[in-house]
Nanobody, 123 residues
Framework: VQLQASGGGLVQAGGSLRLNCTAS????????VGWFRRAPGKDREFVAA????????NYADSVKGRFTISRDNAKNSVYLQTDSLQPEDTAVYYC?????????????????WGQGTLVTVSS
């Protein structure tokens, strides 16, 4: 499945952005979807994931309570609402799709990746 991530931008600390992940294939609704990020000089890390049904979610401790993942299967889309952004959230954010039903936090469980969208948080 091909994924398109969008919604990144420049925001001040404390601000919000909504990231979007859209797929062209209808089979997207059968995939769990995760968001990962890579900050400058760091490895790619897990942010959040959601099951194919949307009933189960999984968050990294660093974003729990600030970020919310959701999906609208009628629109073939998954969203990441990012609130209370901090400079340490600056990174390229990637969405990824997995045939597993469980919203894994391990990047090796994901077969398809989008191109990434840049989030920059200024202090």
């Amino acid at each position: 499945v091909q994924l398109q991530a969008s919604g990144g931008g420049l925001v001040q600390a404390g601000g919000s952005l909504r990231l979007n992940c859209t797929a062209s294939e209808r089979t997207f609704i059968n995939y769990a979807v995760g968001w990962f990020r890579r900050a400058p000089g760091k490895d790619r890390e897990f942010v959040a994931a959601i099951s194919f049904s949307g009933r189960t979610t999984n968050y990294a401790d660093s974003v729990k309570g600030r970020f919310t993942i959701s999906r609208d299967n009628a629109k073939n889309s998954v969203y990441l609402q990012t609130d209370s952004l901090q400079p340490e959230d600056t990174a390229v954010y990637y969405c990824a799709a997995s045939r597993n039903s469980w919203p894994s936090r391990f990047r090796y469980d994901y077969e398809s990746w989008g191109q990434g969208t840049l989030v920059t948080v200024s202090s």
